[in-house]
């Protein structure tokens, strides 16, 4: 096993290659320069409500969620840890002026989150930092928010842990993630491609990130099931997908072009997983007590 500085760096460097390639693929998409990127998981957002999201902002859908779940009052602090390009505090603060601060491994996403934060005049109100979530946090936050991010997690006690220290009393940590429904074994040919192309120690099941939130002195005060909502495609076409980017990675020897095909055959095994029904998408919702 890779010692947790070279898994950290293995991120960084898989996020920085897969952030850039995103930005000339909505410019490729959408003939514009993207403003705000959200790297989030595309959910099948429910009939009611899908004239709110064009082609475009389908991925703003979990963070409108997530910020209708914490309801923040006014002048909300609050962390995101593991942000990407600042999608979701920069949703929140439209919708809820605060202190927002963001924490990336990636220096490119890092980069285009304050680009974004000056272009709309909030620097001094949503800060992003170069950090990992497992670092020290001197600062004091009412929510922690981390999507799709402790999946990444060398050790998922100490990241959160961490994380909880610097909850302040009845402050709470949201968590939205892909959770195995139960423990998937070492020898499962879609977990070992998952955990290799996207540099994971393990895929942690939802009982045990109940368990972690429960040993960290958090109340358990909401959790849901958005399984239901992922996109998945058949047995046949993820098949076809995967030997396609076998045979590119092959094919092309450049680093940065292996990065990006390494994260979307992460994706696709993470895929065929929620088709197998062996991952759900859920959130939990953590309160200090």
């Known amino acids: 096993m890779k010692a947790d500085s ?20 909505n410019y490729f998409w959408f003939c514009q320069r993207a403003t705000s990127l959200t790297i989030h998981k595309t959910l099948n957002i429910p009939p009611e409500l899908r004239k709110l999201y064009d082609k475009k902002n389908q991925g703003e859908y979990i963070n409108d969620v997530v910020f209708q779940i914490a309801s923040p009052g006014d002048n909300p602090t609050v962390l995101d840890a593991g942000c990407g390009f600042g999608s979701t505090i920069f949703r929140w603060y439209t919708k809820q002026p605060g202190k927002y601060d963001g924490y990336s491994l990636s220096a490119f996403q890092l980069e285009k989150a304050r680009q974004e934060a000056a272009r709309r005049g909030i620097s001094l109100h949503c800060r992003f930092f170069l950090k990992s979530y497992d ?3 001197e600062e004091k936050y009412q929510f922690i928010i981390a999507v799709e991010s402790l999946i990444h997690a060398n050790d998922l006690q100490q990241a959160v842990t961490n994380l909880v220290q610097a909850l302040l009393p009845e402050g709470r940590l949201i968590i939205v993630d892909d959770m195995a429904e139960t423990d998937l074994g070492s020898d499962d040919p879609d977990l070992l491609l998952l955990k290799k192309c996207w540099s994971l120690n393990q895929l942690q099941t939802r009982q045990q990130y109940a368990a972690v939130l429960k040993t960290n002195q958090l109340k358990l005060t909401d959790q849901r099931d958005f399984s239901e909502q992922v996109r998945v495609s058949t047995a046949k076409k993820l098949k076809q997908k995967k030997a396609i980017l076998r045979f590119l990675f092959k094919m092309i020897p450049f680093n940065n072009i292996q990065f990006i095909i390494n994260a979307y055959l992460g994706g696709f095994a993470l ?3 929620y088709r197998r029904k062996k991952v759900r998408y859920m959130m939990l919702v953590g309160q200090k007590e």
């Open 271 to 273: 895929e065929e997983l």
């Open 6 to 25: 070279s898994i950290t760096q293995d991120i960084a460097a898989l996020y920085d290659h897969l952030s850039r390639f995103m930005v000339w693929q």
């Open 135 to 137: 670092d020290p946090i």
